[in-house]
Structure formats: C-alpha cells, structure tokens
Nanobody, 124 residues
Framework: QVQLVESGGGLVQAGGSLRLSCAAS????????MGWFRQAPGKGREFVAA????????RYTDSVKGRFTISRDDAKKMVYLQMNSLEPGDTAVYYC?????????????????WGQGTQVTVSS
C-alpha cells in the first residue's frame, strides 16, 4: 500500500499563487508516476498534471499550461504543484495521484493510489 498526504491548499485571491505538496509513504515502487487531479463542485475529477518516471516527461491539461508547474523530489518521495496566476475556475479539491503507468494519464483508472485531497479556493 502507498499512502499519499497532500498539503498547501487554502484561500487565495485571483492572480495569486499556491504551492501544493504531496508526500508518498509505504511500499512505494522504484519507478512511478505522480500527478494531480482536481474536482470542482458539481463536476467530475479531472486531470491537471503529471510527471512520469520514464524520461521524466511532464504533462498538463490545457487550461493550466503556462500557469502550473509540477515537480518531484524522489529522495523525499514528494511531488509539488506550483500554481501561479490562479483563477476562480481553479477552485477545486486537488488530489495527489500515484501509479506505475506513463501513458493515458488523464484517466483516473490508470492511477493506483490517491490522497484525500486539499481544498483550493480562488476568490475573484
């Protein structure tokens, strides 16, 4: 089992920044992909960003490209999401995800473990 714990959410004004962190623990794999999803009120969970173990490729959903940056620290088993130029539309619960696949990452079914989520609220 892998446990994921997110932190760093909060309330911020539009145009502001937040940095989310996710710590992985337990029986982690030697090669793994980590990423972020989000779920806005009344909507399904959507892919935000991921960084694969294979070639360290990063992927982003179109709406956050140029504003969000994903990074990871393997020694600490951490993944981060730096969110700049936040918009009210970014308001959601953000979930950390962990898995061993490196393709079709926008699909929830291709991830193996999930965190409990951290709330991000962007006011206008």
């Amino acid at each position: 089992q892998v446990q994921l714990v997110e932190s760093g959410g909060g309330l911020v004004q539009a145009g502001g920044s937040l940095r989310l962190s996710c710590a992985a623990s337990g029986r982690t794999f030697s090669t793994y992909t980590m990423g972020w999803f989000r779920q806005a009120p009344g909507k399904g969970r959507e892919f935000v960003a991921a960084e694969t173990w294979s070639g360290r490729t990063t992927r982003y959903t179109d709406s956050v490209k140029g504003r969000f940056t994903i990074s990871r620290d393997d020694a600490k088993k951490m993944v981060y999401l730096q969110m700049n130029s936040l918009e009210p539309g970014d308001t959601a619960v953000y979930y950390c995800a962990y898995g061993i696949r490196n393709s079709n990452l926008e699909y929830e079914a291709n991830w193996d473990y999930w965190g409990q989520g951290t709330q991000v609220t962007v006011s206008s």
